[in-house]
């Protein structure tokens, strides 16, 4: 009796709709553009540890940190990171209050558990410490270009409620990135400089910052007052 054969599988699962797009030359051109207006923000940043999280579009060229002491590199790589280290973005292998910067580079858009990634996020900044979120603008009309695509844009005000919530606090929000030219739904004007983009909120990203609060000394309680009654005697 001839044996029975199962149809092969394949090498590679096919490709998501958030691959396919990413995998787009158009894609690569916009995050990298995005992405080097706020290499300064990530170059003056200082301290021992920083974390950096990448697209898994691969980009030109890593982020500079040089006031950091020791950086840790990771690549998306469908519902995990990958690179100096292979975890889920959930739970981070790294000790509590280790990290002086955290930058996330759209991956809030791809994340499948965007809570988990932003408590994560909140455990591991030391006090003080920087998150930067740079992120797909969705009230830009170049939201055309990713929707139906399968990311899910974050606007900064929906990331208030959550980060504040966490313990940390919002410093600032810029937006930063090409403007829509209107024409051609894959077409965006040069990005002009950072300093142009603060309040344009037609821009195709954003980036927000928000630091660790620090926690202060707890005040003591004040005793009560003694408050002196008079004494109302029997006449």
Known sequence: M???HSPRQPDTPPATPQQRWLQ????RDLLQACQREVAADIARSSGRYGLLVHPQVPL???LITANLHTSTHLQRRGRQFDGDLRCDESALPMADDSLALIYLGFAFELSSDPVGLAAECARLLEPEGRLLVLGLNPWSPAHLRWLGHGLHSWSPEALRPLLTG???DILQCRYLGGLWSGGDA???DAAEPASATVGNPLRCAFLLEARRREPGLTPLRAAPARVATAQVGAG
């Open 2 to 4: 001839p044996a029975l």
């Open 166 to 168: 966490l313990g940390l």
């Open 60 to 62: 030109e060229a890593r």
């Open 186 to 188: 894959t077409a965006l």
């Open 24 to 27: 787009r030359a158009d894609t």
